[in-house]
């Protein structure tokens, strides 16, 4: 790209600045089969070599009919200097030999986070300083490529400073979808010497940019949650006396520093006591909330009656995520658990710097069950699961959908032995009555509130402050 403004440009399966349709996510430029054929492939000539090229069949042809030998060697020579521009450029690569070029890409913030501003920096540079580098420099045109899920609905812009040993771009992106999406490779766009041909190319690698769901800030503090909290500890708060303090590491609560023993110790101290009443949560996601993953032989989301849209399932993730990132900000122990067959349970995150960035990279894969067999065992393992590891003070809080017989009379089983929260969310009618084998909203709330659980209902698509204050007035 020349210029101080420049566009990215459109490539098969991305999206660029003014490029708002949808496109097909991973997909990129194949170059791994006979690296060298593709090369020349991508080779065509400009307007130039084309006139040159004719030019030079017309003078051969003409020539050798008119039995002029040296005009058939002047069109010879037009055509075979096409022929080597064409040939030297399909040969040569930019990431090789005297002249090689790297790329350098830096996404601030990483990961990103879903429909928030990420700057990119892109940088071109010459591997070693040498006029070749620098030659390849100046006719090169760039194109950046990115997933329609990180340019968003208005595309991207970019700025371009070109310098003699390097070029740099920069853009903004703004994800419009949790995930993992492709970035790059970047494409170059250069011609010969001559102007005779033109030739694209890949260069550098695709970097995975991970995208993290919205979250929202919720409160926690609620009546409920207190009075356990007082119960499992007994009323009683230890004095600075009992404390048991501890060296502080980097993801500790500052409130709990303790800044008398850190004076005499001359280093960080945390009090440890203090950890002690704060109550583990568990927040669990069905993932039958979510859209079913691509479809691998066509490459698209299914959009049949009864499959959640992503609208629906972006919101459920983003509602776990809020609920397991609140209670970790307020002291709590905190885990996000989807329902799967994973064979290892999930360990719980402490601290809110590093806990958060554990809770939401979790997110970043999720997506929904390829069937009603699949949902229904991943719900039957994970629930089995959490009771074979659970704690006695742990809370539980559950973001559910509809559920076969078996499966609801499992997690109706966990509210015997602990305490337990769950936010139903209910299907719209019509995909009730499709999914027949699935017992109603109102039978799940009634089975779990009948084994002790406390329940609230929302219809899809709630934002999850809204859906937690539903939950939240439930259980006050």
Known sequence: MTGDDAAVRPNPGRAEAGATGPTSPGAAPRDDAHPAMRRLTRVRPTRRGTALLVAGLVLAALGAFLELPDVVGLGAAAVLAVLLAWALMGTQRLDAGRGALVVTRELTPNPVVRDQIASVRLVVGARARTGAAYERLARLKLSEQAAHELAGPHGIRARVTA????????????????????????????????????????????????????TVELPTRTRVLGEVDRAATGARFASTDDSVLREYVPGDDPRRVHWAGSARQGRLMVRADESAGVRPVTVLLDRSLLPPPLDPRTGVWPSSRGVRTHAEGELAVELAASIAVSFLEAGHPARLVPT?????????????????????????????????????????????????????????????????????????????????????????????????????????????????????????????????????????
């Open 163 to 214: 310098h003699p040993d390097r070029i740099a771009v920069s853009y903004a992106l703004t994800p419009s979808r949790r995930g993992r999406w492709p970035l790059g490779p970047l494409l170059t766009t250069r011609t010969d010497a001559f102007g005779l041909v033109r030739t694209t190319q890949p260069l550098g690698v695709a970097t995975k940019v991970a995208v993290w769901p919205r």
């Open 340 to 476: 799967g067959t994973g064979p290892a349970p999930v360990p719980f995150a402490a601290g809110a710097r590093t806990g958060r960035a554990t809770i939401l990279d979790s997110t970043v894969d999720l997506h929904g069950h390829r069937g009603a067999a699949d949902a229904e065992r991943a719900v039957l393992e994970t629930v089995r699961a959490l009771r074979a590891n659970r704690s006695q003070d742990e809370v539980l809080v559950a973001v559910l959908g509809s559920q076969p017989g078996a499966a609801l009379r499992e997690i109706a089983e966990l509210g015997v032995e602990g305490t337990c929260w769950a936010l139903v969310v209910a299907a719209p009618e019509a995909r009730t009555r499709d999914a027949a084998a699935l017992t109603g909203a109102e039978t799940v709330v009634g089975d779990l509130r009948a084994a002790g659980w406390r329940v609230a209902t929302c219809p899809p698509g709630t934002p999850p402050d809204r859906a937690w204050a539903l939950l939240a007035e439930g259980i006050a």
